[in-house]
């Protein structure tokens, strides 16, 4: 998978530029869509869909891949470039986009036992009922299903180890329970 | 390209280091103000003479000894059956409503999730203005998007916003006159609670308590919101007594001596120790003083990286209104690793001391389920009441895998106001039983990010209820109980009509007879009823309030109503 990442970052030569005066946002944003698509529809399954998502949880997201707490052999390397008025300034750029649809549908077991398991995890107390999330709360609803059975995973292994709570919570549900979470939530 | 000036604004607030700012208002979205009622002044006095105020609202919790007991009777337990919908004005959130409806002259200000503000006329619920904040980059809260309610004072309306502000609008047109960057939302800091009015000045506590803040109680000039003057709810020595036990004598299996070691390892965790105070203080005229609730120590779980009793957190806290300085506290758990704290209100009334003589005294609902009696000159602790929720495994020590106790972290009593009808001398209360267990993990300060130190899970196949509670707080003994088919969240509101009012995350708002418990009304609101009800009268016509909106931290089904209730001719 890190292969396949490293080969499409390669070929269309990711980087964010430092800038000059003249770069528009577009400009720095460019890049970005070599993995997370120009219309927004991310165009490998493991990489999340960023357009509409929320600017806090976004550029929460930039400052730790350049601190690297969150560790990525891709994004690490783009952040270390970006100061906090590039991170603020791009995560604004991708929540005004408008959040595509992936057209993942729930199977209706996965609705069930999503529901279930949210009510253990309290998962919407913080990313509310409709799973939008808000600020540095990230929307779940409709993100890619690979991706969030993959991060939702990463939390619980400690892969992704940013957000040591979700770690600590991720542990507590099976596997199973985790990828059911992802089919549940990819279809909101 | 507004937006963009609006984010500039955020960075510029933060450089400004907590700089009061006069903002046009022009960068903000604001209804046109009309000329419906008297829209012009809150006074001190009308504040100060609220308890006996039949027409008004004028307070979160209806009076600063803050009783929520509405002193008007025409709603009464003979006629309450002809309770019916008035009006019902439906606002632009459909989230988590945890308002608490002001009223003044005919004049109902209520907020929402996400920091709108709404003036409506309370006889018609026609709307007159509606502000709405824009939010800054990064807000970050615990327990949904939630506002609690506006203070009114002078010709203005005050809110504490999720991004860490407080703000003062023109309470004639909903235009921002000033704002003021309480704190730094990257590091953890939000307000949801309304702020108090009082003598000049606006007092409002922080959020915070999930991500390793420094919980305070500041005060603000009203006019200007200069600060005043700041109270850390936790202190530079924050050891305390190393109490081995909690407020009603059982034992907390604390090891003191690896705390010790650690304490000496590590210095003293006051800042990153939470101690963020949700609801408003009640504020003694008499002694100028007022009494506030800090909640839970940061990391919740996790008491390894906090050595000590972790004072002020988990305590009934009294200090000058004048200075902010500290007069006394109470702690009901130290150190405590369930975050089972204190958050609802603080209620000022009088009470039997344990030699049977009345004294002023001070009540608060924890969320351990007891209604704890306080005197208030020395906030020495009375009594306890008896337990309102099963108590089950008290205090196991969370464990990794998970441990269960009852209660589960939010309660018993969470945020949610008591009220008090001083002629029966009893305290109302709203409780949960939600079965959880408790996990805890290590992990370091991670600088504004949720710091549970481990998780809190419900039992998702165990039984969930509440219940409606009286309390006499002068023997500790329950007087009727009624049990709910969901743990009970937002606010309940005793009146001189005989009756309490308070609403149920399946959608209904109800009406018990105060002295017996008997179910006496109830509507289906469609949506959770999870905040205060308030009560007013406008034209010789008395109103019962509430909103309902569902609420995040439970998971109620939302809505966006503000529903006001008056008798049928």
Not at chain 2, 554 to 566: D, E, M, V
């Amino acid at each position: 998978m890190k292969l396949k990442f490293f080969a499409a970052a390669a070929l269309i030569g990711l980087a964010v530029s430092p800038g000059s005066a003249q770069e528009t946002i577009e400009d720095k944003a460019k890049p970005c869509a070599a993995c997370h698509g120009e219309d927004g529809i991310p165009k490998m399954p493991e990489v999340p869909n960023i357009w509409g998502q929320h600017t806090g949880y976004l550029y929460i997201q930039l400052k730790d891949f350049k601190s690297k707490s969150r560790a990525s052999e891709i994004m690490n390397p783009i952040a270390d470039q970006l100061e906090k008025a590039d991170m603020l300034a791009l995560a604004q750029y991708f929540e005004e986009k408008p959040w595509p649809s992936t057209g993942y549908r729930s199977e209706a077991a996965d609705v069930i036992k999503g529901d279930t398991i949210d009510t253990a995890g309290m998962c919407s107390s913080c990313h509310l009922g409709t799973f939008f999330g808000d600020s540095v709360i990230p929307r779940l609803a409709g993100q890619t299903q690979v991706y969030l059975e993959r991060i939702l995973i990463a939390f619980k292994t400690r892969e992704r180890a940013n957000n040591a709570d979700k770690s600590s919570l991720m542990e507590t549900f099976a596997d199973e329970d985790l990828k059911t979470m992802s089919r549940y939530l990819a279809g909101l | 390209m507004k937006s963009m000036n609006l984010r500039a604004l955020y960075m510029g607030a933060a450089a400004a280091a907590l700089m009061a700012t006069s903002i046009s208002a022009t960068a903000q979205e604001v209804g046109a103000g009309t000329k419906y009622g008297d829209m012009t002044t809150v006074s001190q006095d009308m504040l100060n003479r609220a308890e006996g105020d039949g027409n008004n609202f004028l307070h979160t919790n209806g009076n600063y000894d803050q009783t929520r007991y509405y002193p008007n009777s025409q709603i009464n337990t003979g006629n309450v059956g002809k309770l019916r919908p008035a009006w019902m004005f439906q606002t632009e959130v459909t989230e988590s409503l945890e308002t608490s409806p002001i009223v003044v002259n005919g004049i109902m200000y209520v907020t929402t999730s996400f920091n709108h503000v709404y003036a409506l006329n309370a006889r018609t619920g026609e709307e007159i203005w509606h502000f709405k904040h824009k939010i800054g980059p990064v807000a970050t809260y615990c327990c949904g998007p939630n506002n609690r309610g506006v203070a009114a004072y002078g010709d203005m309306v005050y809110m504490g916003t999720l991004d860490s502000k407080l703000l003062a609008l023109d309470a004639k047109t909903g235009k921002l006159i000033w704002e003021q960057q309480i704190a730094d939302p990257e590091l953890g800091y939000s307000e949801t609670m309304a702020p108090t009015a009082v003598n000049g000045k606006i007092l409002i506590g922080t959020n915070g308590g999930e991500y390793g803040i420094r919980g305070f109680v500041k005060a603000y000039d009203a006019k200007t919101g200069q600060l005043l003057w700041t109270f850390n709810t936790t202190p530079e020595d924050s050891t305390g007594v190393w109490a081995t036990k909690d407020a009603t004598g059982r034992d907390m299996l604390r090891d003191i001596e690896a705390e010790k070691a650690a304490l000496a390892a590590q210095g003293d965790p006051y800042k990153t120790l939470g101690g963020g105070v949700w609801q408003n203080p009640a504020v003694d005229l008499e002694t100028n003083r007022i009494y506030f609730l800090a909640g839970n120590p940061s990391p919740d779980l996790d008491g390894s990286l906090r050595p000590g009793d972790n004072l002020y957190t988990n305590s009934l806290i009294s200090v000058d209104l004048e200075t902010g300085k500290y007069v006394c506290h109470f702690q009901y758990i130290a150190h405590d690793v369930w975050d089972l704290d204190a958050v609802s209100p603080a209620i000022l009334t009088t009470v039997a001391d344990k030699d049977g003589k009345m004294v002023k005294g001070v009540l608060h609902g924890g969320k351990t389920g007891h209604v704890y009696v306080h005197k208030a000159d020395d906030c020495s602790l009375i009594r306890f009441s008896e337990a309102m929720v099963p108590q089950e495994n008290m205090w196991v020590l969370p464990t990794k895998e998970g441990a269960r106790m009852l209660p589960g972290a939010n309660g018993g009593v969470e945020w949610s106001p008591m009220t008090v009808d001083e002629s029966k001398g009893l305290v109302y209360a709203i409780n949960l039983h939600q079965p959880m267990t408790y996990h805890v993990e290590s992990s370091p300060y991670p600088s504004g990010k949720l710091w549970l130190g481990g998780a809190f899970k419900v039992i998702a196949t165990e039984e969930q209820w509440g219940n409606v509670t009286a309390v006499d707080y002068n023997t500790g003994k329950v007087r009727w109980q009624v049990k709910t088919a969901q743990p009970m969240i937002g606010g309940i509101m005793a009146t001189a009509g005989g009756l309490t009012f308070t609403g149920e995350g399946n959608g209904y708002f109800k009406a018990y007879d105060s002295g017996t418990g008997a179910l006496l009304w109830k509507f289906q609101a469609g949506a959770g009823v999870n905040a205060p009800p308030s009560s007013y009268t406008v034209d010789g016509q008395q109103y019962v309030v509430v909103g309902a909106g569902g609420n995040a931290q439970l998971k109620f089904k939302r809505g966006n109503s503000i529903i006001a209730f008056t008798l049928a001719d």
